[in-house]
C-alpha cells in the first residue's frame, strides 16, 4: 500500500524525506577541457586480464570499453585535449614493505607488472599494455601519456602539470577503478581547482566480499563531481560544443 504524504510531499508519518543535493551550475566548455582516462589497461578491461575475476562483471554490465572508445571518438573528432594516467609496476615496486587491502590485492595478482621503467621489453600484449581496441585513441601521437600513478591518486605522476600546460580547467573523467583510482584522481583534481565530471558508465568496480567498489564510488561521485553524465550525454555534450562553436560563427556571419 503507498505510504500517504501531506500537500508538499512528506511522508504523514513522521519520517523525513532525505534532503536532495543542490546543482553544482556546472557549463561545459570544450575549449579548456580535456578528456582524461584512468587505466585503460588489459588487466582491467580484458578477459584475460588478472583483474577480471574482480572487475570483470562491473565491467561487462556498463559496458565499459564500448563507452570508451565512444569518448576516445568524440574526443577525437572534435579535436579535444585527450590524457590518459597509467599504472605501471616495476621490479623496484615489489619491493614496498607495507600496503593497504586493495594493494595487497594488486600485488599478490601482479597486476599492471612491467620490467622495467627504461625498457618495454615483454609489455605488448601484457596486462600492462592499453586494451587493444583503444591503442589507436592512446598511441596516435595527440594524447597525453602521463607518467604513471603509483597507488590510486595522481600525486606522484605528471598529470596535472601536462593538463595545466595546456590550459586545461575542466575534465571529463572516466576509466579504471571507479572507487579506487577514478576517484582518487577526482579528489586530487578538485583539490587542484579543475572542474571535474565523472561518467558513470565509463567506468567500473570491484565486487568482493566487502561490497561493490562500483555502486561505493557513485554516491560519493554525487557529492564530490560537478557533474555526473552518462557517456550518451558526454559524447553530446563534446560533440554539441562544435555545433554551438559554428552556429555562433554562422551568426556573426550573417549579422555583418
Same mark, same amino acid.
Given at each position: 500500500?503507498?505510504?500517504?504524504?501531506?500537500?508538499?510531499?512528506?511522508?504523514?508519518? %513522521?519520517?523525513? #524525506?532525505?534532503? +536532495?543535493? *543542490?546543482?553544482?551550475?556546472?557549463?561545459?566548455?570544450?575549449?579548456?577541457?580535456? &578528456?582524461?582516462?584512468?587505466?585503460?589497461?588489459?588487466?582491467?578491461?580484458?578477459?584475460?586480464?588478472?583483474?577480471?575475476?574482480?572487475?570483470?562483471?562491473?565491467?561487462?554490465?556498463?559496458?565499459?570499453?564500448?563507452?570508451?572508445?565512444?569518448?576516445?571518438?568524440?574526443?577525437?573528432?572534435?579535436?579535444?585535449?585527450?590524457?590518459?594516467?597509467?599504472?605501471?609496476?616495476?621490479?623496484?615496486?615489489?619491493?614496498?614493505?607495507?600496503?593497504?587491502?586493495?594493494?595487497?590485492?594488486?600485488?599478490?595478482?601482479?597486476?599492471?607488472?612491467?620490467?622495467?621503467?627504461?625498457?618495454?621489453?615483454?609489455?605488448?600484449?601484457?596486462?600492462?599494455?592499453?586494451?587493444?581496441?583503444?591503442?589507436?585513441?592512446?598511441? %596516435?601521437?595527440? #594524447?597525453?601519456? +602521463?607518467? *604513471?600513478?603509483?597507488?590510486?591518486?595522481?600525486?606522484?605522476?605528471?598529470?596535472? &602539470?601536462?593538463?595545466?600546460?595546456?590550459?586545461?580547467?575542466?575534465?571529463?573523467?572516466?576509466g579504471m577503478a571507479?572507487?579506487?583510482?577514478?576517484?582518487?584522481?577526482?579528489?586530487?583534481?578538485?583539490?587542484?581547482?579543475?572542474?571535474?565530471?565523472?561518467?558513470?558508465?565509463?567506468?567500473?568496480?570491484?565486487?568482493v566480499a566487502t561490497?561493490?567498489?562500483?555502486?561505493?564510488?557513485?554516491?560519493?561521485?554525487?557529492?564530490?563531481?560537478?557533474?555526473?553524465?552518462?557517456?550518451e550525454e558526454a559524447?553530446?555534450?563534446?560533440?554539441?560544443?562544435?555545433?554551438?562553436?559554428?552556429?555562433?560563427?554562422?551568426?556573426?556571419?550573417?549579422?555583418?
Amino acid at each position: 500500500m503507498s505510504e500517504e504524504s501531506s500537500g508538499n510531499g512528506s511522508p504523514t508519518d %513522521g519520517s523525513l #524525506a532525505a534532503p +536532495a543535493l *543542490p546543482d553544482s551550475g556546472f557549463v561545459f566548455d570544450r575549449d579548456r577541457a580535456a &578528456l582524461v582516462v584512468i587505466d585503460p589497461q588489459n588487466d582491467f578491461l580484458s578477459a584475460n586480464g588478472a583483474g577480471w575475476p574482480f572487475f570483470g562483471q562491473s565491467v561487462t554490465e556498463n559496458n565499459v570499453v564500448a563507452n570508451l572508445t565512444r569518448l576516445f571518438e568524440a574526443a577525437e573528432s572534435t579535436g579535444m585535449t585527450v590524457a590518459v594516467s597509467p599504472h605501471y609496476d616495476y621490479p623496484a615496486d615489489w619491493e614496498w614493505r607495507f600496503g593497504g587491502p586493495g594493494e595487497q590485492l594488486l600485488k599478490a595478482i601482479r597486476m599492471f607488472e612491467r620490467s622495467g621503467p627504461l625498457t618495454v621489453e615483454g609489455l605488448e600484449g601484457s596486462g600492462a599494455d592499453f586494451l587493444e581496441q583503444l591503442k589507436q585513441f592512446i598511441l %596516435g601521437g595527440s #594524447a597525453i601519456i +602521463a607518467s *604513471p600513478h603509483k597507488v590510486w591518486g595522481p600525486e606522484s605522476n605528471d598529470l596535472t &602539470l601536462q593538463l595545466r600546460k595546456r590550459g586545461v580547467s575542466q575534465i571529463v573523467l572516466a576509466g579504471m577503478a571507479a572507487n579506487l583510482c577514478v576517484e582518487s584522481h577526482l579528489r586530487h583534481l578538485l583539490e587542484e581547482g579543475f572542474q571535474v565530471v565523472v561518467v558513470r558508465d565509463a567506468t567500473a568496480g570491484a565486487r568482493v566480499a566487502t561490497g561493490d567498489g562500483y555502486l561505493a564510488a557513485l554516491t560519493n561521485y554525487s557529492f564530490l563531481a560537478n557533474a555526473v553524465w552518462a557517456t550518451e550525454e558526454a559524447v553530446s555534450q563534446i560533440r554539441d560544443a562544435e555545433q554551438r562553436s559554428t552556429v555562433s560563427v554562422d551568426d556573426l556571419v550573417a549579422t555583418t
